[in-house]
């Protein structure tokens, strides 16, 4: 620092105003891509030592509802509206009430409370909230700059995104039953991701319970118009197959406005782990499906699951890009999976831009299940992480917990990826949670490069005839077996991750990665573990274990080659080199922060923001803070 002198760093403060300028003139990127990138530079490797806290912003759930958190979790990626819309920062808590901040000082500018009925048994989630302008063309009487959100007891509302008022022209007073369109069923369907909209339609997907009944409601994608919020167009994704439902659209939407295309990652058909009464491959269930925006027509559908037994929903938003060929650019997509793969697809066709392969896949399993043969491998990117786990693989702190770990897994239904449950206990690698999860990915188009962050843990599942018991639970909680009668079906199934005696996973870490691919190449560039282990312990220890933690949310990248994640189990918020993924900064949380990171440009100033509301899964301290991070002033 001392060979600085005062006017190199007057120079340099100039240069990082201009480039500040620079990219806030810069449009804001477009959330319905999928890339979670930013141009803004202000924030680079040089500085980012001097990042730290610029304001602190708690929406009050917290304290009014410690019980109601315990299995929710705030995990809102906020959005920053434009300047002719006011400049709000806004976001949404677990129980869909709507804030909008200053963007400089987190000061409140107006809340809006939808009043959900909290007795719902489901958890609470809200990952953001939707911003549209209605075009000058269109007479509207006010309310022309609006907010959208969608509450866990399944309204869908508008809001002036000046004030946060009903905008009264829309639906009845501002909000659309979706009850009443067939689209809601208490303590069985829900709202976790926000709407999607563009070209004066708003789109609508949910979160249908998991595991519990052999015919969940079905998992039916709705469209409305932006303006009236009169119903433009539904989609039901198990059209013509009986004896099911789900198939849902829980992670967000991809919109490429242009084209008129809209992009809907489907999950499993119900129940989960159980496929007698729905026969064949359940075609556009675990499926990325493109269908014209404007009509609600299917386009195509590509399943990368046949005939689903492994709750392989797919788990977050399909990723917009210009895939760089030798004869150019095409537009594409690619689309991460719980099984850890990335498969990369010409955007208007679905046809695979890298080989896919229908491989053999073990398929004996319980009377009257038949099983697919075969499913689909992506040749190229390779997987992200491990897909198999043998006895031989087992890990543990000591030779004695090592081999209780080898014995439990020379013990289960092994057969490798996609190893159909059974009743005999059966190794399920990747678990439900993944591989990726519903953060995705981020991208950096000048490089070519998605970063994924992974979940590197072994579940076991067991069939258990003629069992009855319950659970709300999404997945099993830490060092314990979820049970769950499937109503239907002559089945409990029972789900717990593989771990030691002493409470650690049997498989080698790190079990959380962050890895980066080349979507040009097709070819994984690095890959580093991702968390510490130190407070996942029954004590806490004094120094970070950087083996790695599960992990849920997403990540941001910059231009400056900055990628911001927190979504792991030790309260931190992390920032990695795109070029190598060396960590590069970290800063301690008051609770782990599970939501997608975003960043803005405001008079000036680069400002970082992540929501900071626990880890409900595995039982970790509940939180509801907004955390904004910036450069000294």
């Known amino acids: 620092m001392r060979r ?74 906020p959005i920053l509206l434009p300047e002719e819309a006011g400049e709000s920062l806004v976001y949404c808590t677990p129980f869909n009430r709507v804030i909008a901040l ?68 829309f639906g009845k007073g501002g909000e659309v039953a979706l009850a009443e369109h067939g689209l809601f069923k208490p303590d069985e369907v829900a709202s976790s991701s926000p709407p999607a909209v563009a070209n004066g339609v708003v789109v609508v997907g949910s979160s249908v319970i998991d595991f519990a009944l052999a015919e969940a409601p079905r998992g039916v994608v709705a469209a409305y118009d932006a303006v009236t919020g009169e119903p433009r167009w539904q989609f039901d994704p ?83 890009f210009d895939f760089q060929s030798e004869n150019g650019p095409v537009p594409a997509l690619a689309q991460v999976t ?45 997987p992200l992480m491990p897909t198999s786990l043998s006895a031989d693989d087992a890990w543990g702190l000591t ?38 999860n519903w953060g995705g990915g981020a991208y950096l188009a000048e490089h070519n490069l998605l970063m994924v962050n992974v979940n590197v843990l072994p579940f076991v599942g067991q069939l258990i005839k003629n069992a009855e018991t319950t659970s709300t639970r999404d997945h099993p909680t830490a060092g314990q077996t979820m049970h ?25 870490p790190p079990w959380g990665r962050l890895v980066a691919v080349d979507l040009a190449k097709g070819e994984i560039v690095w890959s580093v573990a991702l968390g510490s282990v130190h407070e996942m312990g029954p004590v806490t220890a004094p120094f970070r274990i950087n083996w790695g933690t599960p992990n849920i949310g997403g990540g941001l990248v910059t231009a400056s080659g900055i990628m911001f994640i927190g979504a792991t189990m030790d309260r931190t918020f992390h920032a990695f080199d795109s070029r190598d993924g060396r960590e590069l900064w970290n800063y301690k949380l008051p609770v782990d922060a599970t939501a997608t990171p975003m960043t803005y440009m405001y008079k000036g100033r680069q400002f970082i923001v992540i929501n900071a509301g626990g880890h409900a899964m595995f039982d970790r301290l509940a939180g509801d803070y907004l955390y904004a991070f910036a450069l000294p002033e």
């Open 102 to 169: 200053d963007p400089a000082s987190g000061k409140v500018r107006w809340q809006s409370d939808p009043k959900i009925n909290r007795e719902n048994t489901r958890p609470f989630r809200c990952r953001g909230v939707s911003y549209w302008s209605v075009p000058a063309s269109i007479k509207v009487d006010s309310c022309r700059q609006r907010i959208y959100s969608l509450t866990a007891d399944r309204r869908l509302i508008a809001l002036d995104a000046h004030t946060g008022n009903l905008c009264k022209d």
């Open 399 to 436: 030779f004695w917990d090592r081999q209780k770990c080898h014995e439990k897994i020379a013990a289960l239904n092994n057969q490798g990826l996609f190893t159909p449950p059974s009743e005999q206990p059966t190794l399920m690698f990747p678990g439900s949670m993944g591989g990726a």
């Open 238 to 320: 198990l059209e013509g197959i009986a004896n099911t439902g789900g198939a849902n659209v829980w992670a967000p939407i991809a919109i490429d406005a242009e084209r008129d295309l809209i992009f809907l990652p489907t999950s499993a058909p119900s129940p989960d782990y159980y496929g007698v009464l729905r026969p064949g491959d359940n075609r556009n269930a675990n499926s990325v499906i493109a269908l014209q925006l404007s009509t609600g027509k299917q386009l195509w559908s590509f399943q990368h699951s046949h005939h689903d037994l492994w709750d392989f929903d797919t788990p977050a938003q399909p990723i917009l």
């Open 338 to 382: 719980k099984q850890g793969f990335v498969f990369v697809l010409e955007r208007t066709t679905g046809k695979p831009l890298f080989p896919i392969e229908e491989r053999p896949v073990a398929v004996r399993t319980i009377p009257e299940e038949v099983t697919s043969p075969t499913q689909p491998f992506p040749v190229k990117p390779p």
């Open 484 to 508: 769950v009668t499937m109503k239907g079906t002559p089945y409990t199934v029972a789900i717990g991750a593989l771990m030691s005696p002493l409470g650690i996973p049997c498989n080698p």
């Open 4 to 77: 600085i002198n005062v006017p190199l760093k007057s120079l340099l403060t100039c240069s990082a105003f201009l480039m500040a300028a620079h990219a806030q003139a810069l449009p804001m990127p477009d959330p319905l891509q999928g890339q979670h990138f930013s141009p803004a530079t202000q924030i680079n490797r040089e500085n980012l030592d001097s990042l730290a806290p610029a304001w602190i912003h708690q929406s009050g759930d917290l304290a009014g509802n410690p019980e109601s958190l315990r299995n929710s979790a705030g995990q809102s990626t």
